[in-house]
């Protein structure tokens, strides 16, 4: 099939972008998404114009890498999907496709569909982890942890820290991804020890990025590829308000 | 050159204990004063750089993602194995050593795998510890599943993404001490060279993927923990991002590459389904379980599955394997998979598949039980192909899936080069011939946590080096090696594609170095591969420019890397002239068809030196003694 495709593209962090138009004349229903892409891109090198940038590793939905958003919507129509994972026989002949890069302040463009993400792993670094060094872990099995615990912290650990979730927010809001994280470990009794310290660290860090807060709209938890509940946000919130009161 | 393994003396189980106490310490003040540079933060580069942050040293660590959470190691799926014999089945650090050499069809060192066992039990400890949520009993234990053909229960998991569990698991603690400053993280950064400085490792060039620049970072020991090489195959499970560019340059700078034949071709992968397709994607093995491989009997038959009766439908594996059925290992899967495929039996619009059928047993329990089983599974199949596996039998494919070749270690996880230390995928050290399932994440943290942390110290408390800085001639000739490489990719101004040529690779990869492999097909992937050199250095196009994130030029640098290293992995795979694991010479299979080994002349190590691009490599032997476990043919009839 062939489709109209409407791609961003911007030379470098600082320039103006803007959406160029560029045909995809070959499109097989069985090709995913960035395979589409990866066809255009070899058509403008073999011609020897600059190919359009863009972010993939894994192709398989878990490493979080790939982050466009397709038609408006971040990782594209598909719910529970990265956009690695988007096949093409999701769209028709004579489609027009817009794509688009990840927007926010804390996610400054690179270039075309690249961006800067490193302000999450700046919020990770910030709390994101139980402090234990190697070497002295008890036995695996010291500490028994109800099945139903373990499994609650791990629908939060699934998170893949793609971004999707900040892309789509009105606010640029990370709560999302810091609620994943923040649940995942104060679920467990082995985050109890930095448990309050943990949120406020966080979210000041998040705060200091640029990240906006959260009005409850529910976007990030409907295009988050992992599904990840909103009620995730839910737990943050309770977490920060028993450690302010308990701190401050 | 003489390989020295530097095997502690002693019994098996106490090497390691004693090795420990007889290696030397840096003082914990002046840990500081080392510098340590770690390539990759995948599971073995991000626990090395924890460890070693967490103990003082100051650490630089790289990766070419944009986050070092983004590593391949977080697409492994199934588990970890340990030997904590929590099930009570007779599991023990001894059983673990045993099937792990055995798994390697005899090609891996005891000792070091002797340690990996050990070490097995306190990575589970370490992990639980940091808050990886592993899958639990009701009564709030681990739980653990059997795998890969293992006679014990003693893999670990979180769900299907296990891999993703114990990588953020070491990405926290990684991000923990890059908050503490005692690692300086620097990410989308791709290693051009390696500086070696009077024979040792003294440092790297990178290139910064956002602005283009060349840079230069000294240090007194550095650790590549830069993963495998699958993607030379072009199509493989890898991360289209994997290369082999870090461990060839370090390879062109002195370092043994070993045993590059032993690559591991995965039986139960989705399909090729056309030109376009840039990665293939793995379905479990564990669907062998519940799933019969079938083609039709007749070649050339085109009937959809339905349409074919039993009694027109060859179960191959059953067949001629009754007793392990179509639970036979993966080499053994994948190789009748190919021959079927070969006499005109593959099935879809390639050709190039088998079926992989549940309808019997989903009348058997029902696809209920099914779904709960593999929902997960059958949920991406369907997402891929969009063919409903509960209606019509799945269709796979082998795939290559994990290299078990690498750089050449010793004991210490040192290359021959003093100071350059190899972790995870990109060492060769522990799998040999062939890596069994669960087995990857269990070295990679082993590596990282448990085995660097000591040796390091001991290199470095050992060594006496001079002071350099990355002012030094050798920083200078290396920053514009890697500049000239560069410029020279830029400035062929042909008109074929990177990906076209590195697809034409990976045909001639798969086709002739790929499953089975003869004198013949190899000598004529050694004519190929040099003259696809010579096409793409002659008629690359690399658009753009240098000076600013340019995807293109990344991919042609690994392409061109790819097309000189291809020729070793063929070479190595033409001069063993054995069967063993992954590595299947057809000269060399017993009556039944099965690989047969050559103990006597090919129970080695294979550790090449480079001597210049389309030279004939030198050879060097690590000869392989096996005192605890007997070599003997494998056999699944």
Same mark, same amino acid.
């Given at each position: 099939?062939?489709?109209?495709?409407?791609?961003?593209?911007?030379?470098?962090?600082?320039?103006?972008?803007?959406?160029?138009?560029?045909? *995809?004349? =070959?499109?097989?229903?069985?090709?995913?998404?960035?395979?589409?892409?990866?066809?255009?891109?070899?058509?403008?090198?073999?011609?020897?114009? +600059?190919?359009?940038?863009?972010?993939?590793?894994?192709?398989?939905?878990?490493?979080?890498?790939?982050?466009?958003?397709?038609?408006?919507?971040?990782?594209?129509?598909?719910?529970?999907?990265?956009?690695?994972?988007? =096949?093409?026989?999701?769209?028709?002949?004579?489609?027009?496709?817009?794509?688009?890069?990840?927007?926010?302040?804390?996610?400054?463009?690179?270039?075309?569909?690249?961006?800067?993400?490193?302000?999450?792993?700046?919020?990770?670094?910030?709390?994101?982890?139980?402090?234990?060094?190697?070497?002295?872990?008890?036995?695996?099995?010291?500490?028994?942890?109800?099945?139903?615990?373990?499994?609650?912290?791990? +629908?939060?650990?699934?998170?893949?820290?793609?971004?999707? !979730?900040? *892309?789509?927010?009105?606010?640029?809001?990370? =709560?999302?991804?810091?609620?994943?994280?923040?649940?995942?470990?104060?679920?467990?009794?082995?985050?109890?020890?930095?448990?309050?310290?943990?949120?406020?660290?966080?979210?000041?860090?998040?705060? *200091?990025?640029?990240?906006?807060?959260?009005?409850?709209?529910?976007?990030?938890?409907?295009? !988050?590829?992992?599904?990840?509940?909103?009620?995730?946000?839910?737990?943050?919130?309770?977490?920060?308000?028993?450690?302010?009161?308990?701190?401050? | 050159?003489?390989?020295?393994?530097?095997?502690?003396?002693?019994?098996?189980?106490?090497?390691?204990?004693?090795?420990?106490?007889?290696?030397?310490?840096?003082?914990?003040?002046?840990?500081?004063?080392?510098?340590?540079?770690?390539?990759?933060?995948?599971?073995?580069?991000?626990?090395?750089?924890?460890?070693?942050?967490?103990?003082?040293?100051?650490?630089?660590?790289?990766?070419?993602?944009?986050?070092?959470?983004?590593?391949?190691?977080?697409?492994?799926?199934?588990?970890?194995?340990?030997?904590?014999?929590?099930?009570?089945?007779?599991?023990?650090?001894?059983?673990?050593?045993?099937?792990?050499?055995?798994?390697?069809?005899?090609?891996?060192?005891?000792?070091?795998?002797?340690?990996?066992?050990?070490?097995?039990?306190?990575?589970?400890?370490?992990?639980?510890?940091?808050?990886?949520?592993?899958?639990?009993?009701?009564?709030?234990?681990?739980?653990?599943?059997?795998?890969?053909?293992?006679?014990?229960?003693?893999?670990?998991?979180?769900?299907?993404?296990?891999?993703?569990?114990?990588?953020?698991?070491?990405?926290?603690?990684?991000?923990?001490?890059?908050?503490?400053? /005692?690692?300086?993280?620097? $990410?989308?950064?791709?290693?051009?060279?390696?500086?070696?400085?009077?024979?040792?490792?003294?440092?790297?060039?990178?290139?910064?993927?956002?602005?283009?620049?060349?840079?230069?970072?000294?240090?007194?020991?550095?650790?590549?923990?830069?993963?495998?090489?699958?993607?030379?195959?072009?199509?493989?499970?890898?991360?289209?991002?994997?290369?082999?560019?870090?461990?060839?340059?370090?390879?062109?700078?002195?370092?043994?590459?070993?045993?590059?034949?032993?690559?591991?071709?995965?039986? $139960?992968?989705?399909?090729?389904?056309?030109?376009?397709?840039?990665?293939?994607?793995?379905?479990?093995?564990?669907?062998?379980?519940?799933?019969?491989?079938?083609?039709?009997?007749? @070649?050339?038959?085109?009937?959809?599955?339905?349409?074919?009766?039993?009694?027109?439908?060859?179960?191959?594996?059953?067949?001629?394997?009754?007793?392990?059925?179509?639970?036979?290992?993966?080499?053994? /899967?994948?190789?009748?998979?190919?021959?079927?495929?070969?006499?005109?039996?593959?099935?879809?619009?390639?050709?190039?598949?088998?079926?992989?059928?549940?309808?019997?047993?989903?009348?058997?329990?029902?696809?209920?039980?099914?779904?709960?089983?593999?929902?997960?599974?059958?949920?991406?199949?369907?997402?891929?192909?969009?063919?409903?596996?509960?209606?019509?039998?799945?269709?796979?494919?082998?795939?290559?899936?994990?290299?078990?070749?690498?750089?050449?270690?010793?004991?210490?996880?040192?290359?021959?080069?003093?100071?350059?230390?190899?972790?995870?995928?990109?060492?060769?050290?522990?799998?040999?011939?062939?890596?069994?399932?669960?087995?990857?994440?269990?070295?990679?943290?082993?590596?990282?946590?448990?085995?660097?942390?000591?040796?390091?110290?001991?290199?470095?408390?050992? $060594? @006496?080096?001079?002071?350099?800085?990355?002012?030094?001639?050798?920083?200078?000739?290396?920053?514009?090696?890697?500049?000239?490489?560069? @410029?020279?990719?830029?400035?062929?101004?042909?008109?074929?594609?990177?990906?076209?040529?590195?697809?034409?690779?990976?045909?001639?990869?798969?086709?002739?170095?790929?499953?089975?492999?003869?004198?013949?097909?190899?000598?004529?992937?050694?004519?190929?591969?040099?003259?696809?050199?010579?096409?793409?250095?002659?008629?690359?196009?690399?658009?753009?420019?240098?000076?600013?994130?340019?995807?293109?030029?990344?991919?042609?640098?690994?392409?061109?890397?790819?097309?000189?290293?291809?020729?070793?992995?063929?070479?190595?795979?033409?001069?063993?002239?054995?069967?063993?694991?992954?590595?299947?010479?057809?000269?060399?299979?017993?009556?039944?068809?099965?690989?047969?080994?050559?103990?006597?002349?090919?129970?080695?190590?294979?550790?090449?030196?480079?001597?210049?691009?389309?030279?004939?490599?030198?050879?060097?032997?690590?000869?392989?003694?096996?005192?605890?476990?007997?070599?003997?043919?494998?056999?699944?009839?």
């Amino acid at each position: 099939m062939k489709l109209k495709l409407k791609i961003w593209r911007q030379t470098g962090p600082t320039s103006a972008g803007r959406l160029v138009d560029y045909a *995809a004349d =070959h499109v097989s229903p069985d090709m995913s998404f960035l395979e589409m892409l990866d066809v255009v891109n070899e058509g403008l090198i073999k011609q020897g114009e +600059d190919a359009i940038a863009f972010d993939s590793d894994c192709r398989e939905g878990i490493c979080g890498t790939c982050s466009l958003v397709v038609n408006g919507i971040p990782h594209g129509p598909d719910r529970g999907t990265t956009v690695c994972q988007l =096949h093409m026989r999701r769209f028709k002949e004579g489609d027009t496709v817009t794509i688009e890069p990840w927007r926010a302040v804390a996610f400054p463009v690179v270039k075309d569909l690249v961006v800067d993400r490193s302000a999450m792993d700046r919020v990770i670094a910030a709390g994101g982890y139980v402090s234990v060094n190697v070497g002295g872990a008890p036995d695996g099995n010291a500490i028994a942890i109800p099945k139903e615990i373990a499994e609650t912290a791990m +629908d939060s650990a699934a998170c893949i820290g793609c971004g999707a !979730c900040v *892309a789509a927010c009105k606010n640029a809001s990370a =709560h999302l991804f810091m609620g994943a994280k923040i649940s995942h470990l104060s679920l467990l009794p082995q985050g109890q020890a930095e448990r309050q310290r943990r949120v406020v660290a966080m979210i000041e860090q998040a705060d *200091a990025e640029g990240f906006g807060s959260c009005s409850n709209e529910g976007e990030c938890e409907a295009v !988050c590829p992992k599904e990840i509940p909103i009620s995730n946000i839910a737990r943050m919130t309770r977490e920060y308000m028993k450690a302010m009161l308990a701190t401050r | 050159m003489k390989l020295d393994a530097k095997t502690p003396s002693g019994a098996l189980a106490e090497k390691w204990d004693r090795h420990k106490f007889e290696m030397k310490l840096v003082n914990p003040a002046n840990k500081r004063k080392y510098t340590v540079i770690c390539v990759g933060t995948g599971l073995a580069g991000a626990s090395a750089a924890a460890s070693l942050g967490e103990l003082g040293y100051n650490v630089l660590n790289f990766c070419i993602q944009d986050s070092p959470r983004r590593a391949h190691s977080i697409a492994a799926q199934g588990g970890i194995n340990a030997a904590k014999n929590y099930q009570n089945d007779g599991d023990s650090v001894y059983r673990l050593f045993y099937d792990t050499v055995k798994g390697g069809d005899y090609r891996s060192r005891e000792a070091n795998v002797y340690r990996l066992a050990q070490l097995s039990v306190n990575i589970i400890d370490q992990c639980v510890a940091q808050g990886v949520p592993f899958a639990r009993e009701y009564g709030g234990l681990l739980d653990n599943r059997s795998f890969g053909g293992a006679q014990v229960s003693r893999t670990f998991y979180a769900r299907g993404q296990t891999g993703q569990q114990l990588l953020l698991g070491a990405y926290q603690s990684l991000m923990r001490q890059v908050h503490q400053r /005692a690692v300086r993280l620097f $990410t989308r950064r791709e290693m051009l060279d390696l500086v070696v400085i009077d024979g040792q490792a003294r440092g790297i060039i990178v290139r910064n993927l956002m602005t283009g620049a060349i840079e230069r970072y000294a240090a007194d020991a550095v650790i590549l923990a830069t993963g495998g090489y699958g993607t030379a195959y072009y199509l493989s499970t890898n991360a289209v991002g994997s290369n082999v560019t870090a461990i060839w340059r370090a390879h062109k700078r002195g370092a043994l590459f070993a045993n590059p034949c032993y690559t591991q071709i995965h039986p $139960t992968c989705i399909p090729v389904s056309g030109e376009h397709q840039s990665k293939l994607t793995l379905m479990s093995e564990s669907l062998r379980n519940d799933g019969r491989v079938w083609v039709p009997k007749k @070649t050339g038959d085109a009937r959809s599955p339905e349409q074919i009766p039993e009694a027109e439908r060859d179960y191959y594996l059953e067949r001629k394997y009754p007793s392990f059925g179509n639970l036979v290992p993966r080499d053994v /899967a994948s190789r009748n998979a190919k021959e079927a495929c070969d006499e005109g039996r593959g099935v879809g619009e390639s050709g190039l598949a088998v079926y992989l059928d549940f309808q019997d047993a989903i009348q058997r329990l029902g696809a209920d039980v099914i779904k709960e089983k593999y929902g997960n599974l059958f949920h991406m199949y369907q997402k891929i192909t969009d063919e409903n596996p509960y209606k019509v039998p799945m269709r796979i494919y082998p795939a290559i899936h994990y290299t078990m070749g690498g750089l050449w270690v010793d004991y210490n996880l040192m290359s021959n080069l003093p100071g350059l230390h190899v972790l995870g995928e990109a060492n060769f050290s522990d799998h040999g011939a062939n890596r069994l399932g669960a087995s990857a994440l269990m070295q990679g943290l082993a590596d990282g946590y448990f085995v660097i942390p000591y040796t390091i110290g001991h290199y470095l408390a050992s $060594t @006496t080096q001079p002071k350099v800085t990355a002012d030094h001639d050798a920083f200078k000739e290396a920053a514009d090696n890697a500049q000239r490489q560069i @410029t020279r990719l830029l400035s062929v101004k042909g008109n074929r594609g990177i990906r076209e040529i590195h697809r034409e690779l990976g045909r001639i990869m798969w086709d002739d170095v790929g499953m089975a492999r003869t004198a013949e097909s190899l000598e004529r992937a050694l004519t190929a591969i040099p003259k696809l050199r010579d096409e793409f250095w002659n008629g690359v196009s690399v658009p753009g420019t240098p000076d600013n994130l340019n995807q293109s030029l990344e991919y042609a640098g690994r392409v061109a890397d790819y097309l000189e290293f291809a020729e070793l992995l063929a070479l190595d795979a033409l001069h063993r002239r054995e069967s063993c694991g992954g590595h299947f010479r057809e000269e060399s299979q017993t009556p039944e068809g099965e690989a047969l080994r050559d103990d006597e002349n090919y129970a080695y190590v294979a550790a090449w030196e480079f001597t210049g691009v389309g030279r004939q490599p030198e050879l060097h032997k690590e000869p392989l003694q096996f005192e605890e476990v007997h070599p003997t043919q494998r056999s699944y009839k």
